[in-house]
Protein backbone atom coordinates (compact mmCIF):
# COMPACT_ATOMS: atom_id res chain seq x y z
CA UNK A 1 0.00 0.00 0.00
CA UNK A 2 1.20 3.63 -0.83
CA UNK A 3 0.91 6.31 1.77
CA UNK A 4 -1.75 9.18 0.91
CA UNK A 5 0.42 11.90 1.45
CA UNK A 6 4.01 12.66 0.14
CA UNK A 7 4.79 15.44 2.00
CA UNK A 8 3.85 15.91 5.70
CA UNK A 9 4.23 18.41 8.53
CA UNK A 10 3.91 16.61 11.94
CA UNK A 11 3.50 18.86 15.23
CA UNK A 12 4.85 17.34 18.17
CA UNK A 13 3.11 19.14 21.13
CA UNK A 14 6.70 19.62 23.73
CA UNK A 15 4.54 17.70 26.33
CA UNK A 16 4.62 14.37 24.16
CA UNK A 17 7.81 13.81 24.79
CA UNK A 18 7.65 14.34 28.72
CA UNK A 19 5.75 10.86 28.24
CA UNK A 20 4.05 10.22 31.79
CA UNK A 21 6.66 13.07 33.29
CA UNK A 22 4.86 16.31 33.11
CA UNK A 23 8.51 17.74 32.67
CA UNK A 24 11.85 17.45 30.32
CA UNK A 25 12.55 14.99 27.95
CA UNK A 26 11.46 11.27 28.58
CA UNK A 27 13.90 9.05 26.13
CA UNK A 28 12.05 6.21 26.45
CA UNK A 29 8.95 7.98 25.02
CA UNK A 30 11.09 9.84 22.58
CA UNK A 31 12.25 7.12 20.99
CA UNK A 32 9.12 5.35 20.70
CA UNK A 33 7.85 8.44 18.47
CA UNK A 34 11.08 8.30 16.83
CA UNK A 35 10.73 4.95 16.02
CA UNK A 36 7.23 5.91 14.22
CA UNK A 37 8.75 8.33 12.06
CA UNK A 38 11.03 6.89 11.11
CA UNK A 39 8.64 3.95 9.74
CA UNK A 40 6.81 6.26 7.73
CA UNK A 41 10.08 8.18 6.21
CA UNK A 42 11.11 4.62 5.30
CA UNK A 43 7.94 4.50 3.25
CA UNK A 44 9.60 7.68 1.10
CA UNK A 45 6.91 10.09 2.79
CA UNK A 46 8.87 13.81 3.32
CA UNK A 47 8.58 14.99 6.64
CA UNK A 48 9.16 18.12 8.53
CA UNK A 49 8.50 18.43 12.36
CA UNK A 50 7.63 21.91 14.05
CA UNK A 51 7.68 20.85 17.48
CA UNK A 52 6.48 22.65 21.10
CA UNK A 53 8.19 23.99 24.07
CA UNK A 54 6.29 23.22 26.60
CA UNK A 55 7.57 20.13 28.29
CA UNK A 56 10.30 22.98 29.53
CA UNK A 57 8.00 26.39 28.91
CA UNK A 58 4.88 27.47 28.72
CA UNK A 59 3.82 31.20 27.98
CA UNK A 60 1.64 30.63 31.17
CA UNK A 61 4.58 29.96 33.15
CA UNK A 62 5.78 33.12 32.99
CA UNK A 63 2.83 34.48 34.57
CA UNK A 64 2.78 38.24 35.57
CA UNK A 65 6.15 38.00 33.33
CA UNK A 66 5.91 40.47 29.70
CA UNK A 67 4.14 38.51 27.34
CA UNK A 68 6.91 38.48 24.39
CA UNK A 69 9.75 37.53 27.30
CA UNK A 70 7.88 34.62 28.28
CA UNK A 71 7.41 33.47 24.28
CA UNK A 72 10.61 33.88 23.79
CA UNK A 73 11.29 31.82 26.36
CA UNK A 74 9.27 29.14 24.76
CA UNK A 75 11.33 29.29 21.65
CA UNK A 76 14.12 28.83 23.08
CA UNK A 77 12.32 25.82 24.46
CA UNK A 78 11.61 24.04 21.30
CA UNK A 79 15.31 24.29 20.10
CA UNK A 80 16.04 22.32 23.06
CA UNK A 81 13.44 19.61 21.82
CA UNK A 82 14.40 19.63 17.83
CA UNK A 83 18.09 19.55 19.07
CA UNK A 84 16.63 16.14 21.34
CA UNK A 85 14.87 14.34 18.48
CA UNK A 86 17.72 15.44 16.11
CA UNK A 87 19.92 13.00 17.67
CA UNK A 88 17.55 10.57 18.62
CA UNK A 89 16.60 10.43 14.86
CA UNK A 90 20.24 10.23 13.54
CA UNK A 91 21.25 7.52 16.19
CA UNK A 92 18.42 5.47 14.07
CA UNK A 93 19.73 6.00 10.49
CA UNK A 94 17.56 9.11 9.70
CA UNK A 95 19.15 11.98 8.07
CA UNK A 96 17.99 15.14 10.15
CA UNK A 97 18.86 19.12 9.60
CA UNK A 98 17.42 21.60 12.23
CA UNK A 99 16.50 24.74 11.72
CA UNK A 100 15.65 27.66 13.57
CA UNK A 101 13.71 31.22 12.91
CA UNK A 102 15.50 32.45 15.22
CA UNK A 103 19.33 32.73 14.15
CA UNK A 104 21.33 30.42 16.61
CA UNK A 105 24.12 29.49 13.64
CA UNK A 106 26.34 28.07 16.38
CA UNK A 107 23.12 25.86 17.17
CA UNK A 108 21.96 24.89 14.15
CA UNK A 109 20.79 26.39 10.38
CA UNK A 110 18.74 29.54 9.73
CA UNK A 111 15.38 28.99 8.63
CA UNK A 112 15.54 29.04 4.99
CA UNK A 113 12.00 28.27 3.09
CA UNK A 114 14.23 26.96 -0.18
CA UNK A 115 16.85 24.95 1.78
CA UNK A 116 13.99 23.27 3.89
CA UNK A 117 12.44 22.11 0.48
CA UNK A 118 15.93 20.78 -0.81
CA UNK A 119 16.63 19.12 2.41
CA UNK A 120 12.85 17.02 2.10
CA UNK A 121 14.09 15.71 -1.51
CA UNK A 122 17.78 14.78 -0.49
CA UNK A 123 15.92 12.52 2.06
CA UNK A 124 16.40 14.71 5.59
CA UNK A 125 13.53 15.00 8.15
CA UNK A 126 13.47 18.99 8.89
CA UNK A 127 12.70 19.89 11.83
CA UNK A 128 11.60 23.80 12.94
CA UNK A 129 12.49 25.06 15.89
CA UNK A 130 11.38 28.26 17.45
CA UNK A 131 8.37 28.67 16.12
CA UNK A 132 7.80 31.65 13.41
CA UNK A 133 10.36 33.49 15.61
CA UNK A 134 7.98 35.73 16.88
CA UNK A 135 6.17 36.19 19.68
CA UNK A 136 2.43 35.95 20.32
CA UNK A 137 2.64 33.36 17.54
CA UNK A 138 1.67 29.11 18.51
CA UNK A 139 3.98 26.73 17.19
CA UNK A 140 1.07 25.74 15.71
CA UNK A 141 0.64 28.69 13.60
CA UNK A 142 3.97 27.68 12.73
CA UNK A 143 2.86 24.48 11.47
CA UNK A 144 -0.10 25.92 9.71
CA UNK A 145 3.10 28.75 8.47
CA UNK A 146 5.69 26.12 7.49
CA UNK A 147 3.07 23.85 5.50
CA UNK A 148 2.32 26.80 3.71
CA UNK A 149 5.55 27.18 2.46
CA UNK A 150 6.92 24.20 2.32
CA UNK A 151 3.95 22.61 0.72
CA UNK A 152 2.66 20.46 2.73
CA UNK A 153 -0.61 18.42 1.96
CA UNK A 154 -1.34 18.00 6.10
CA UNK A 155 -0.68 18.79 9.19
CA UNK A 156 -0.26 15.79 11.76
CA UNK A 157 -1.37 17.25 14.75
CA UNK A 158 -0.46 14.74 17.63
CA UNK A 159 -1.99 14.73 20.63
CA UNK A 160 -1.76 13.19 23.98
CA UNK A 161 -5.43 12.92 23.08
CA UNK A 162 -7.38 10.63 20.48
CA UNK A 163 -9.56 13.16 19.27
CA UNK A 164 -11.25 16.87 18.95
CA UNK A 165 -14.28 16.30 21.53
CA UNK A 166 -16.76 19.17 22.43
CA UNK A 167 -15.64 19.02 26.02
CA UNK A 168 -13.03 17.89 27.62
CA UNK A 169 -13.44 14.47 27.64
CA UNK A 170 -11.48 13.51 30.83
CA UNK A 171 -13.55 15.89 32.79
CA UNK A 172 -16.73 14.87 31.06
CA UNK A 173 -17.73 11.65 30.32
CA UNK A 174 -20.53 12.25 27.87
CA UNK A 175 -17.77 14.33 25.85
CA UNK A 176 -19.04 13.94 22.35
CA UNK A 177 -16.24 12.84 20.08
CA UNK A 178 -16.12 14.61 16.25
CA UNK A 179 -14.78 12.61 13.57
CA UNK A 180 -15.08 15.36 10.75
CA UNK A 181 -15.09 18.95 11.38
CA UNK A 182 -14.64 22.08 9.18
CA UNK A 183 -11.83 25.05 9.91
CA UNK A 184 -15.21 27.29 10.79
CA UNK A 185 -17.12 24.87 13.06
CA UNK A 186 -13.35 24.94 14.89
CA UNK A 187 -13.23 28.91 14.74
CA UNK A 188 -17.33 28.88 15.88
CA UNK A 189 -17.62 26.11 18.46
CA UNK A 190 -14.31 27.63 19.87
CA UNK A 191 -12.94 24.10 20.03
CA UNK A 192 -9.39 24.41 21.51
CA UNK A 193 -7.43 22.27 19.25
CA UNK A 194 -5.49 24.52 17.55
CA UNK A 195 -5.85 29.02 18.28
CA UNK A 196 -7.79 30.61 15.61
CA UNK A 197 -4.57 32.32 13.84
CA UNK A 198 -3.89 28.91 13.12
CA UNK A 199 -6.92 27.59 11.87
CA UNK A 200 -7.53 30.48 10.00
CA UNK A 201 -4.52 30.12 8.23
CA UNK A 202 -4.90 26.68 7.69
CA UNK A 203 -8.17 27.61 6.29
CA UNK A 204 -7.07 30.29 4.25
CA UNK A 205 -4.61 28.11 2.34
CA UNK A 206 -6.64 24.94 2.14
CA UNK A 207 -4.04 22.85 4.69
CA UNK A 208 -5.78 20.02 6.41
CA UNK A 209 -5.47 19.44 9.59
CA UNK A 210 -5.58 15.49 11.00
CA UNK A 211 -5.53 15.86 15.09
CA UNK A 212 -4.85 12.18 16.34
CA UNK A 213 -3.52 10.76 19.84
CA UNK A 214 -0.24 9.24 19.72
CA UNK A 215 -1.15 6.58 22.45
CA UNK A 216 -1.49 4.15 20.05
CA UNK A 217 1.88 3.47 18.85
CA UNK A 218 1.13 2.77 15.07
CA UNK A 219 -1.40 6.36 14.54
CA UNK A 220 1.94 8.28 12.61
CA UNK A 221 1.79 5.46 10.01
CA UNK A 222 -1.86 5.00 10.22
CA UNK A 223 -2.59 8.94 9.54
CA UNK A 224 -0.13 8.43 6.66
CA UNK A 225 -1.98 5.44 4.80
CA UNK A 226 -4.67 7.70 5.07
CA UNK A 227 -6.96 5.77 7.56
CA UNK A 228 -9.78 7.70 9.50
CA UNK A 229 -8.15 8.11 12.79
CA UNK A 230 -8.98 10.85 15.05
CA UNK A 231 -10.49 14.22 13.82
CA UNK A 232 -10.06 15.51 10.18
CA UNK A 233 -10.52 19.10 10.04
CA UNK A 234 -10.69 20.82 6.22
CA UNK A 235 -13.08 22.27 4.58
P1 LIG B 1 23.74 19.95 1.05
O1 LIG B 1 23.72 21.37 0.65
O2 LIG B 1 22.71 19.16 0.37
O3 LIG B 1 25.08 19.30 1.03
O4 LIG B 1 23.20 19.96 2.56
P2 LIG B 1 23.93 19.70 3.90
O5 LIG B 1 23.00 20.13 4.96
O6 LIG B 1 24.43 18.30 4.05
O7 LIG B 1 25.19 20.62 3.77
P3 LIG B 1 25.72 21.78 4.62
O8 LIG B 1 27.15 21.89 4.25
O9 LIG B 1 24.83 22.97 4.51
O10 LIG B 1 25.58 21.26 6.11
C1 LIG B 1 26.42 20.29 6.68
C2 LIG B 1 26.05 20.18 8.15
O11 LIG B 1 26.22 21.42 8.78
C3 LIG B 1 24.60 19.77 8.39
O12 LIG B 1 24.51 18.93 9.52
C4 LIG B 1 23.90 21.08 8.69
O13 LIG B 1 22.79 20.94 9.55
C5 LIG B 1 25.01 21.86 9.36
N1 LIG B 1 24.85 23.28 9.12
C6 LIG B 1 24.66 23.92 7.94
N2 LIG B 1 24.52 25.23 8.12
C7 LIG B 1 24.64 25.46 9.44
C8 LIG B 1 24.58 26.63 10.28
O14 LIG B 1 24.38 27.76 9.86
N3 LIG B 1 24.74 26.42 11.61
C9 LIG B 1 24.96 25.18 12.13
N4 LIG B 1 25.11 25.07 13.45
N5 LIG B 1 25.01 24.09 11.40
C10 LIG B 1 24.86 24.21 10.08
New binding site residues.
Partial sequence: MEPKYKRVIIKLSGEALAGSASHGIDTPTVESICRQIKEVFDLGVEIAIVVGGGNFWRGRSGEGMDKSTADYMGMLATCINALGLQDVLEEMGVPV??QTAIE???????YIRR?AI??LE?R?IVIFASGTGNPFFTTDTTAALRAAEIDAEIILLAKSIDAVYDSDPLVNPEAKKYTELTYIDVLNKGLKVMDSTATSLCMDNHIPILVFGLNEPKNILRAVMGEKIGTIIQE
Fill in positions: RVMKQIAEPKRHKR
